[in-house]
């Protein structure tokens, strides 16, 4: 959109003065473009992020989502294995939803249901409460997918609302979707 900064436009901006919001820049460029169904575009985001800035989860999970995009699906899976496995012991709620996504991928409905509730329980307890619609949604679609109905639509419901009170009507759209499905 015309007039608008980009997430990818920022990570640029911000690359030689804040290299943890560039990181941050560019992992929300690709999910805008993961949301978007836009393959090269989270591509070119996660290529984009510097190894050597991410945490050793979110290096799993970047070198992961990019080998498995690539069409090195074993090579992929297993670096989203290290991810999912990880999360075992995780409380950041970015991280528990980079496993949500990562044992998506993977097939394995239970544990990405798992991650999304574990990761809803820590937006609940610490914030941010931005995350609160994404976390609501990914957990809705992790539920969609292992046949928890009701629950999807549950967790659909409310994440509409805090999209709607957060001012988040991309989020909002996303959620319609859930319960469409």
Known sequence: MPGRISSSHTAALLASHDPRR???????????????????????????????????????????????????????HALLRCCLDNAERADDPYELLRALVSALVLGEVDAACR??????????TRGPDALLPQALEQLAYAELRAGRHARARAHA???????????????????HAVLAL
Request: charge should be positive.
């Open 22 to 76: 560039t990181l941050d820049a560019l992992l929300g460029a690709a999910q805008a473009a993961w949301d978007m169904g836009d393959a090269i575009a989270y591509l070119d985001a996660m290529t984009r992020v510097p190894p050597a800035a991410a945490d050793r989860p979110t290096a799993w999970y970047r070198a992961g989502m990019c080998a498995v995009l690539a069409g090195r699906t074993d090579r992929g």
């Open 115 to 124: 991650a999304g509730a574990r990761a809803l329980a820590a937006v609940r």
């Open 157 to 175: 419901l409310e994440g509409l609302h805090a999209a709607r009170r957060t001012g988040q009507p991309n989020a909002a759209t996303h959620l």
